[in-house]
């Protein structure tokens, strides 16, 4: 026996030996025989991986061994990604966040795992991301084989991949952030809906036109447009020149809370956030308008579109 790799493992043994054959029998064709073996030992189990000695490899005795080693490196960089990855990320979220309730940890895990796997490369098919931290895998494991015969994986991932550990870290922090800005967002929107219950309706209705640069223009039911220094003197505690047109908005909707909010989203540059905080705070008490005479006016002159009345 030339040429042999000891596997030891405590989990996912035998998606490692699955993974390994696959790798093996994909070079058989280059007269590459190899067999794998358990082998017991305390409360372990390793997988002794040997080139057997009547090979007929058409490559030279160096570079089969070579590739010996980068085929079970490859194998098992793709089992740290395929199931390692989640197991670790599970672990720490356990040991450093487990005062959230189990439906936030798992929560956690879900914003991990897309953080991970990229979301903007999920639509092409093509996860980057994760190809690019196996290949960082393989080139340490590759590394590790050149000078070991030997491997145990928790031990190799503990102490050999401490970047990979870090990565998985900084991803579990991120995703706890992003819970608990989502937390603070949906408690955001539960106190202005609140709001808006417990006041007495000051319009039966507002149309909301929105328009280009983040600007909106209101009107109430009979057409007539709501100005800005209306808003303001309607809002003269919020009104110190801070305040942004989206907050205006939002505000003067929340004080004037309307039985009808009726959303015009002609333009097609609005601001999508604002929209969609207005949806959630008002909820059955929105109107998407489907298209009329102040949707299509969006570009026009403000002082024109004060003049037109909604259908």
């Known amino acids: 026996m030339a040429e042999a790799i000891r596997i030891g493992a405590k989990k996912y043994l035998p998606a490692i030996r699955e993974t390994l054959q696959k790798e093996f029998h994909l070079f058989r064709r280059e007269g590459l025989q190899i067999e794998i073996k358990e082998e017991p030992r ?52 356990h040991q450093h966040y487990n005062y959230f ?22 639509g092409s098919g093509h996860h980057i991301y994760r190809v690019h931290r196996q290949n960082r895998i393989f080139y340490r494991l590759l590394d590790y084989l050149n000078d070991s015969r030997e491997i145990v994986l928790e031990g190799f991932i503990r ?17 706890v952030d992003d819970l608990m800005l989502e937390q603070e967002y949906r408690e955001f929107i539960r106190l202005l809906r609140y709001f808006v219950e417990v006041q007495e309706p000051k319009q039966g209705e507002i149309h909301v036109l929105m328009l280009p640069g983040n600007k909106y223009q209101l009107m109430d039911g009979q057409g007539d447009a709501l100005t800005d220094k209306e808003l303001e003197e309607m809002l003269v ?42 949806k959630k705070v008002f909820a ?8 009329c005479c102040l949707c299509g006016q969006s570009g026009t002159k ?6 037109t009345k909604p259908r």
Request: charged fraction near 35%; include cysteine; charge should be negative.
């Open 302 to 307: 403000k002082e024109e579109r004060s003049k």
């Open 237 to 278: 505690e919020l009104a110190d020149g801070n305040i942004s047109s989206e907050d205006l908005l939002i505000s003067a909707l929340i004080s004037l809370a309307p039985d009808r909010v009726h959303l015009h989203l002609g333009c097609t540059f609005f601001n999508r956030e604002v929209v969609e905080t207005i």
């Open 101 to 122: 309730n189990r439906q936030e940890r798992e929560k956690i895990i879900e914003l991990v795992l897309q953080g991970l796997e990229g979301e903007q490369n999920k």
């Open 284 to 291: 059955d008490r929105i109107d998407i308008c489907p298209g």
């Open 42 to 93: 305390g409360d372990q189990v390793f997988l002794l991986c040997f080139l057997k000695e009547e090979h007929k490899s058409t490559l030279g005795k160096e570079e089969t061994y070579d590739l010996f080693r980068q085929l079970v490196a490859n194998a098992l960089a793709a089992v740290i990604i395929s199931h390692w990855e989640l197991y670790l990320v599970k672990e720490i979220v």
């Open 159 to 175: 102490f050999r991949l401490k970047e990979y550990m870090e990565e998985l870290r900084d991803a579990v922090d991120r995703a």
